[in-house]
């Protein structure tokens, strides 16, 4: 594996350590921030108003740009460097989080949690880079390693730190300071980032903002009339939106094809799709987080809209999804997916789908006002099988690829990652609202799950076409233990 270091020799370079602390902060603050404002969701729009959609859009504005921005991120950072790269979109987060936390109406809260998404989209994809410019040999596997650990604290802390941060109302700001508390985060990683080293691509690609455009656009029109579902019937314009983005997204898969057969840069690496198990991947990532996330948003939603319970509760509620989720992933890769190799990835689906029966029957059992004290048992199942799944996933999705695939697959599975968690929201919201404004957000969320259980059943079924050999970590392609790793896990 040739690596680019446009510096001194890693080994000679004496600031590695605290630059990593730069970057697994910046990782941190990503994934802190798409679930701090879950919780925070109910306070906002209380306080600036909105439609229930507007709950939704407070979600999506963020994961949607992100999603769709994350390749052309990587791409400017082979072209402009890593660190320049790194720093410009840690400045954009930290003005975005500002403006986020002074907004004072609905559509500018919306508008700067796009552009937050979209600033991350240029932090994510450098650190890989970044790391493997300051490190070698075990040090660069220590380095790599420490990335899962960081993102399952942060993904323990966000619910709980967004509903006690809700809840404390520090001076007056409610809602604002889960905003704000990204400032010190920001403030420190661009304090550290001098210490980063700079690096390009070897060879270094052009951009392509057709089809970035035409990404950007299929998706948007496929997504936007779904979450305006949530507060009415779809329209005759809202199909025809659906019906243009879709000739978007084929449009835009004619195009990447024609640029590769140019020999032109492209967004995504065309070959992928010669193997029969990627494109079931990319549908079962889509799938898979519709569900976790669209799930996590919807239980929050109904412990403050439905049962009546503060942020802080509401938070706290999410303690044994995201704990569990943490103990297991770890578990999951250091011990079962070695020995155990694809079952494991069936495994963690089917404990998800327990815990979905599981809150589905808690829901039914419960008083609608009160508070579900068994719910957090089948929160912490569920998270047992999110955790389960993911390590065995990825590495299953990595295994058939190409040594030159390695980086173009795991850049699409984090972006299909993200259009699932945006998707998750805008249907399962959609369920929930339409459910709740009808009168009954009791029989709502037990509705949202069952449509959370059968979207968790077509993940299952498209898992199963990603068949071939047992995939062990040892047998991945050189490199791609390493994508792996850049994935939000």
């Not at 446009?6 to 679930?35: C, G, I, K, Q």
């Not at 979109?89 to 552009?115: E, H, K």
């Not at 898969?253 to 990627?278: D, I, N």
């Not at 669209?294 to 704990?323: I, Y």
Request: proline letters at 5%.
């Amino acid at each position: 594996m040739s690596v680019h270091v446009s510096s001194p020799p890693r080994a000679a370079y004496r600031w590695r350590w605290v630059a990593l602390a730069a970057l697994l902060l910046a990782e941190a603050m990503n994934l802190l921030d798409s679930t701090i404002v879950q919780v925070a969701t109910p306070a906002i729009r209380a306080d600036l108003g909105g439609s229930g959609s507007d709950m939704q859009w407070f979600s999506t504005a963020y994961t949607l740009p992100f999603a769709l921005l994350l390749i052309t991120g990587g791409r400017l950072g082979d072209i402009a460097g890593r660190r320049l790269v790194f720093r410009i979109g840690v400045a954009g987060f930290l003005a975005a989080s500002l403006a986020c936390a002074l907004a004072d109406s609905v559509g500018a809260l919306i508008c700067f949690r796009a552009v937050q998404g979209a600033a991350a989209a240029a932090i994510i994809p450098q650190t890989i880079g970044l790391i493997r410019a300051m490190f070698d040999g075990e040090e660069m596997s220590k380095a790599l390693g420490s990335i899962g650990p960081v993102m399952g604290l942060a993904a323990v802390c966000g619910p709980i730190l967004g509903g006690v941060l809700t809840q404390a109302d520090l001076f007056g700001s409610s809602w604002r300071s889960t905003f704000l508390v990204n400032v010190p985060l920001c403030v420190a990683v661009l304090a550290v980032a001098p210490t980063l080293i700079e690096d390009h691509a070897p060879r270094r690609p052009s951009l392509d903002p057709t089809g970035t455009a035409l990404a950007m656009l299929g998706t948007a029109l496929i997504v936007y009339p779904l979450i305006g579902a949530g507060t009415a019937h779809v329209s005759t314009g809202n199909w025809v939106a659906i019906g243009i983005g879709l000739a978007a997204v084929f449009g835009f898969g004619l195009q990447q094809r024609r640029r590769a057969r140019l020999g032109r840069s492209s967004l995504v690496e065309t070959s992928l799709f010669a193997h029969r198990a990627f494109p079931a991947a990319l549908m079962t990532s889509t799938l898979f987080f519709a569900v976790t996330t669209g799930l996590m948003f919807v239980v929050v939603l109904h412990l403050q809209l439905g049962v009546g319970a503060d942020a802080r509760t509401a938070g706290l509620t999410m303690t044994p999804w995201s704990v569990c989720l943490a103990v297991s992933s770890w578990v999951a890769g250091a011990y079962l997916v070695p020995r155990y190799g694809r079952r494991v990835m069936f495994a963690g689906l089917a404990t998800l789908g327990v815990g979905i029966v599981a809150a589905i029957a808690v829901y039914h059992a419960a008083s609608p006002m009160a508070y579900l004290t068994p719910l957090l048992g089948a929160l912490g199942v569920a998270g047992l099988g999110v955790g389960v799944f993911t390590p065995s996933f990825f590495t299953a999705a990595l295994k058939p690829l190409k040594p030159q695939e390695i980086g173009s697959a795991a850049g699409l599975l984090n972006a299909v990652q993200q259009l699932g968690a945006t998707l998750g929201v805008a249907v399962l919201g959609s369920v929930y609202l339409n459910g709740s404004t009808a009168g009954s957000p009791g029989g709502a969320i037990q509705v949202t799950c069952c449509v959370a259980g059968g979207l968790l059943v077509a993940s299952f079924l498209s898992a199963a076409l990603m068949t071939g050999a047992e995939p062990q970590l040892q047998d991945l392609h050189p490199g791609s233990k390493d994508a792996l790793l850049d994935l939000d896990l």
